[in-house]
């Protein structure tokens, strides 16, 4: 079975809520995210960092959560403590504040051979994102502090293409949350 990591442990800082309890007709924007992810088939992990216990209390679902203690550094540090505790043949990785992709996008993620595949719009790189065990040396000793910083450095990333725009759409701002999720 895969794993699908959604990476939510950051602050919300340009939102005035935390984005992973925005309410979304009535339920938790983090539960909504985490039941779609089931309802495709895929064991999902949770990295929580900022208001960590929290917003775990709000989780409906039996999930595993992983604490990152570094959130702080950025989402990249979520990646690697997702690759410090979790061990399979390949993590995909989602963020809280981006509408999903469909399940066939992620299904191209997972027949990829490549160590790394990025899904693509209109040639513009997006979450989900794959990223194969054989790479988790290399990412875990970066010195990059972002993850397309790294993903770039490694010259060993693809390109799944789709045509859904929402793949590029960033909810930061409680604007952006309703555009978005309502």
């Known amino acids: 079975m895969s794993i699908v990591v959604l990476l939510a442990a950051g602050e919300s800082k ?69 690759f410090e505790l979790l061990d399979a043949k390949r993590l995909i990785f989602c963020h809280i504040d981006r509408p999903l992709a469909k399940k066939e996008l992620f299904e191209q993620l997972i027949k990829s051979e490549s160590p790394i595949a990025t899904a693509s719009y209109k040639e513009k790189n997006a979450p989900p994102i794959m990223i194969q065990s054989s790479m988790r040396e290399a990412l875990l000793t970066s010195k990059a502090t972002r993850l ?35």
């Open 148 to 182: 397309d910083q790294w993903i770039e450095s490694t010259k060993k990333g693809v390109r799944i293409v789709s045509d859904d725009a929402r793949l590029l759409h960033n909810a930061n701002t409680d604007e952006e949350l309703r555009r978005y999720f309502d």
């Open 14 to 82: 340009r939102a005035t809520g935390l984005k992973q309890l925005y309410k979304v007709k009535g339920e938790y924007l983090i539960n909504i995210q985490i039941e779609q992810l089931l309802s495709y088939g895929y064991e999902v992990v949770v990295v929580l960092g900022y208001a960590a216990k929290k917003i775990a209390s709000c989780i409906k679902e039996d999930v595993k959560i992983i604490e990152n203690p570094n959130y702080h550094e950025g989402m990249f540090s979520s990646v690697k403590r997702a």
